[in-house]
């Protein structure tokens, strides 16, 4: 970036890990990139429970170091304590979410056409021309900046997104870690209608230490006490908490002339689990495509980025995170006794051979074209739909769109 003139090719607003990785992907186009972060310190405040499928490390290259702990087993309550426990091939990572968000930011900051300003917030922006081409001036807390292209990866509440009219449904989440005596070989799953958009959780970090927590959307403060008393845990014997949003529902519009959004702040999320790193690490590879190719091209237009990135990405992560809606909605209209139900069906049905077999975190469209042709679960599917006549008409708006 020409400090003299605070003029950039793009312009990143965010440094956690989609905001790193695709200056990572973009610096070896030659391109001046300018990464705007409001806090001080990359990764902090941790906001994440750090749980990830092995599907990471074919992604990107992960150090060891990085990876705390794997799971093998994922042991699922419902709001009566019966229980479930699902394994596979899967065993995913236990991740040092901090490390992670840092270790793009390191190998960025010896390229040369990479630079960052921490400790500094995206205010605004707006269109200005020069030379007859439409440019984006960037203002911050401290600078002005020109650029070509702007991309917000700042997160679920994305400032970026609320002037572009973009806003996603939120639901907030609270955690903390603790010394426990759990099993380090399985992450528990707490389902209940009382957090009905999305679960409680235990994740073990290794070395004794647990991650528990909850997400919800509303009274989150209540339902965690209520979470903690119920596991008999001492809150006053944390050694540290978070708390964080998580955006929920289907990718939102994503391209605008000279813009685009990536990560939360598209709400590239699954809504069955909150997670959003496997995701947003493929939309970046396709926005640096886009990215790079609208250079190539000298064309900033809504509609190629449409086309480039948008579209690409609602062909590909956009089907699964569709699936992913789809099956958070089912969940959120289950009374207490269904998911003993449903457990009953998974033990006696042979669904666990299925889920042991297609079951993927991520990609879950294998699987549920497994289970569509089990007629004891599509009877009981039936029964949940027949109770809920509103939750067809989801069904049907949430595939059309």
Not at 144 to 151: D, Y
Not at 308 to 330: F, M, S
Request: net charge positive; glycine share 6%; charged share 25%.
């Amino acid at each position: 970036m020409n400090n003299s003139s605070n003029v950039c090719d793009v312009c990143i607003i965010g440094a956690s890990i989609a905001g790193n990785y695709l200056a990572y992907l973009l610096s070896r186009s030659g391109l001046n990139i300018a990464i705007i972060e409001e806090h001080k310190e990359i990764g902090i405040p941790l906001q994440c429970a750090g749980i990830i499928s092995k599907k990471l490390t074919q992604l990107i290259d992960v150090p060891e170091e990085i990876i705390l702990n794997r799971v093998k087993i994922a042991k699922i309550f419902s709001p009566s304590g019966g229980s479930i426990e699902l394994s596979g091939d899967e065993e995913p990572y236990i991740i040092d979410r901090v490390a992670l968000d840092r270790l793009f930011y390191k190998k960025n900051q010896i390229k040369q056409n990479i630079e960052y300003f921490l400790d500094e917030k995206f205010k605004t922006f707006h269109y200005f021309k020069e030379n007859n081409q439409k440019l984006i001036q960037i203002e911050t807390s401290k600078r002005i900046v020109s650029a070509k292209i702007l991309v917000g990866c700042d997160g679920p509440i994305s400032t970026v997104g609320k002037l572009l009219g973009i806003q996603n449904n939120t639901i907030s989440a609270i955690q903390i870690r603790i010394k426990g005596n759990f099993d380090e070989n399985k992450t528990n799953l707490y389902l209940d209608p009382q957090w009905k958009e999305l679960f409680g959780w235990i994740v073990p970090e290794g070395k004794n230490i647990y991650r528990i927590g909850l997400a919800s959307s509303r009274n989150i403060s209540k339902k965690f006490k209520i979470f903690l008393n119920q596991l008999n845990i001492d809150v006053r014997n944390k050694i540290s908490q978070q708390g964080g949003i998580i955006p929920i529902g289907k990718m939102n519009k994503m391209a605008f002339d000279n813009i685009l959004l990536l990560g939360d702040s598209a709400c590239q999320v699954k809504a069955t689990t909150g997670g959003g790193i496997v995701m947003l690490l493929n939309a970046s590879k396709i926005a640096a495509t886009c990215i790079i190719r609208c250079f190539k091209e000298n064309c900033f237009s809504k509609n190629f980025i449409k086309k480039n990135y948008e579209k690409v990405c609602a062909r590909t992560i956009g089907k699964q995170l569709k699936i992913n809606y789809l099956i958070r909605i089912i969940f959120e209209n289950f009374h207490s006794d269904d998911f003993d139900d449903l457990f009953k069906i998974i033990k006696t049905a042979k669904i666990e051979k299925i889920i042991s077999l297609y079951g993927d975190m991520d990609f879950p469209r294998s699987l549920i074209f497994k289970l569509a042709r089990n007629f004891t679960f599509l009877k009981f599917l039936f029964r949940i739909l027949k109770k809920n006549p509103n939750l067809i008409y989801q069904i049907i708006i949430t595939l059309l769109f």
